[in-house]
């Protein structure tokens, strides 16, 4: 009898050693989340890690940062850092694990335009994200830091990226900036490059570090109730970022089927995979957020001071070292 106690006491414990962690993820289906969640869900990469999914995907840009508050989500892995920083702010139950979008933009006028700079966009009309949004702040943040131009020395004018490359089809608007993918897609559209968004920024801060465009955020209960969850969650981010960036023909064959993109398109986007995602959390990183918020809180795009316990190095850390 006591031995098959014994037995049975080593079974319970072996099963509960191989039990999958629940965990609940949350992200946007449009933008960039949507190309990193397909491959993310198709690559079956959280599920690599020990854990046991519920992908939760909503059709607002902003769904994630509020489920998160109701934990109707465990984690969002591509929450616009404007909306993190706020709810930091406004003292919401949530950690900055990683940073997972790069704001790349292309600054462009359409060939044979006399604006051949970024300093000859004063006076004229500018397309660029609409106001409020952390690409127009790094933007206007850049254009005044680097070449003097403030906001009033312009006309910006707001809209989606569809909505941008008609604007500089038409003629609305002088130049525009442009994401890489949307340059892709439009090769008819003949363009000269201005600028470059993350170029500008390293010489703006001085520095290599990237900015940031969106982060993945961790509920703070589920973050102290589930710490190697986190860990895993994190580790599974940093795998299929890099599966993105060196297995290029799979990731495409992945958005082809999951996005319904063509074949072309997908391709094109896929090539494009380390100008748009990240995975990191180091110091750098820190300090880009950091630098990020003391610019948006300067421009109006945020009030108040983003706190320093918002941003959490340990699951990276502990992701990164072999598991």
């Known amino acids: 009898m006591t031995r098959f106690l014994l037995a049975l006491a080593i079974a319970c414990s072996a099963a509960a050693a191989d039990a999958q962690e629940k965990i609940k993820v949350g992200y946007w289906t449009s933008g960039f989340s949507v190309g990193f969640g397909a491959v993310l869900e198709a690559g079956k990469f959280v599920e690599q890690q020990g854990l046991d999914p519920e992908f939760i995907r909503f059709a607002d840009v902003n769904g994630p940062s509020k489920a998160i508050l109701t934990q109707s989500i465990d984690v969002a892995f591509a929450a616009a850092v404007t909306g993190a920083f706020t709810l930091g702010i406004q003292g919401a139950p949530i950690e900055i694990v990683l940073a997972s979008q790069i704001a790349e933009a292309t600054f462009v006028a359409k060939d044979g335009s006399p604006i051949k700079s970024l300093a000859d966009i004063k006076g004229k009309k500018l397309g660029l994200s609409p106001v409020g949004s952390a690409t127009y702040a790094i933007a206007a943040a850049v254009l005044e830091k680097n070449f003097g131009l ?23 608007v002088d130049a525009a900036s442009l994401r890489a993918v949307t340059i892709a897609s439009v090769p008819e559209l003949k363009l000269q490059v201005l600028g470059r ?12 570090a990237l900015p940031i465009l969106a982060a993945t955020i961790v509920h703070t209960r589920y973050a102290r109730a589930h710490p ?23 990731a495409a064959d992945m958005l082809r089927h999951a996005s319904n993109l063509d074949a072309k398109d997908a391709t094109s986007y896929a090539r494009l995979w380390d100008q748009i995602y990240i995975a990191s959390m180091e110091a750098a ?14 421009g109006g795009t945020i009030e108040g001071e983003v706190p320093a316990s918002l941003f959490v190095t340990g699951p990276y850390e502990s992701a990164k070292r072999a598991p």
């Open 197 to 208: 968004l993350v170029e500008e920024w390293k010489k703006m801060t001085r520095s290599d």
């Open 228 to 250: 190697e969850a986190t860990v895993k969650f994190v580790r599974a981010m940093l795998a299929a970022t890099r599966f993105g960036r060196e297995q290029t023909d799979k």
């Open 285 to 298: 990183d820190v300090a880009a957020f950091k630098a990020m918020a003391d610019i948006f809180r300067a």
């Open 150 to 172: 403030k906001p009033a020395d312009y006309t910006p004018i707001g809209g989606n990226e569809g909505q941008l490359v008609s604007f500089l089809q038409r003629g609305d």
